[in-house]
């Protein structure tokens, strides 16, 4: 039998929970070794690894010789100095999660660590490995003729508290349209296969967490927004936002029309947040609608309840694994979300942050 693949885990907050949970579903793999400098949730990640050794350090996780990756899964604004670390005391493959930075102070530091790792990175884009939007890519093109518009939109809760509270303040969390929504910018260059140009948007902070106070501070992320984007095919995207719209059915619509027709993923949102009376919660749909001949088409893409259980994105986080450890055993030899895929969901995500602030339209050339 062979060794399972050993991971150290460097962060087990709620998404790091997430990840503890979708690991132990994995055939051969299991964490051996976890940093978690916060009592509480050191208890917690002890429930789903047990056998998983606690350490007081990032260093000290990365002088465990027996480990195979990592997986960072930290608060944004620690993930390029952890990086960093990786890269000059043991540079192993790497998971790590989005955003791969935070502000455009750090871009130079995240180049000049992508020119010298000599170990792959994937970013954890988990939205990628939703079945419904994967269904939706695998479809978009054939469906639409070439996609000339793409439209995402996700009605959502709010931001969830999580430790120290460092997802209330853009300085630490990069910003809305950063922490939550590089995941989008993503499936925008992934589906239209092509670079942004320039960048609109607006929002604002309308609802959520206008009472709260940390210190005396009130939280400054947004809660809603629109997003245009105009790519050099020629084509366009935008996003819609909304953080104060958890009474939705399904929480991301995304939709891509072409001169052929149109196809549309919904997803629906954490199936824990679904209200008990009204029965299961709604199962992700796929939709076809050609313009000739007319007549939608549409698939039900449901999700193995046990995975879908082990999280709160559709299953996609046990997929990304099992595709990232295809990686970490030699059996794919790049990784599907890279380095570079992970700077460029970034720099939009702070494009439409610097559209808002400054009420004008953004050239990507400004940040690159």
């Known amino acids: 039998m062979s060794k399972p693949t050993q991971y150290g885990i460097i962060g087990c907050g709620m998404m790091g929970q997430e990840h503890l949970r979708n690991i132990a579903l994995l055939s051969d793999a299991r964490v051996a070794a976890i940093f978690e400098p916060n009592a509480l949730m050191q208890a917690e990640a002890a429930k789903f690894a047990p056998d998983a050794q ?18 960072i899964a930290s608060p944004n604004f620690r993930h390029v100095e952890q990086l960093e670390t990786l890269a000059a005391q043991n540079p192993l493959p790497v998971l790590v999660e989005k955003p791969l930075f ?49 439209t995402v939109r996700e009605h959502r809760f709010p931001f969830l508290s999580k ?37 609109m948007a607006s929002g ?35 996003l819609e936002l909304c953080m104060f719209a958890e009474g939705s059915k399904y929480q991301e619509d995304v939709s891509a029309v072409g001169p052929n027709g149109k196809v549309e993923a919904f997803v629906p949102g954490p199936g824990r947040f679904w209200p008990s009376h009204l029965g299961d919660a709604p199962v992700p749909k796929l939709v076809l609608s050609p ?3 007319k007549g939608p088409e549409e698939r039900d893409i449901p999700v193995d309840p046990t995975i879908l259980d082990a999280g709160d994105h559709n299953g996609s986080t046990f997929y990304q694994h099992q595709k990232f450890l295809e ?23 702070l494009a439409a942050q610097m559209s808002i602030a400054e009420n004008r339209t953004v050239e990507m050339s400004e940040l690159l």
């Not at 606690?54 to 997986?71: N, P, W």
């Not at 990175?121 to 939205?127: G, K, R, S």
């Not at 005396?216 to 809603?224: C, K, T």
């Open 291 to 293: 313009r000739n001949p």
């Open 327 to 349: 990686l970490v055993r030699g059996e794919r030899s790049t990784p599907e979300v890279s380095l570079n895929d992970g700077k460029m969901a970034v720099l939009m995500g």
């Open 204 to 238: 604002r902070q309308d609802v959520n967490h206008l009472d709260e106070r940390y210190d005396g501070a009130v939280p400054d992320i947004l809660d809603n927004g629109y997003v245009i984007v105009e790519f050099e095919s020629g084509a366009r995207a935008m």
């Open 163 to 199: 430790v120290d509270d460092w997802n209330r303040f853009n300085a630490q969390s990069g910003g809305t349209f950063v922490e939550k929504c590089c995941h989008f910018f993503d499936l925008m260059r992934l589906a239209l296969k092509s670079e942004p140009v320039r960048i």
């Open 102 to 150: 935070t502000t455009l102070d750090d871009l130079n530091r995240i180049e000049e660590f992508a020119a010298h790792y000599p170990a792959p990175v994937w970013v954890a884009m988990e939205y990628r490995y939703m079945p419904p939007i994967t269904a939706f890519l695998n479809e978009a093109d054939t469906a639409t003729g070439g996609i000339k518009m793409l």
């Open 54 to 71: 606690f350490v007081d350090s990032v260093e000290a996780l990365l002088a465990i010789a027996e480990l195979d990756c990592i997986m």
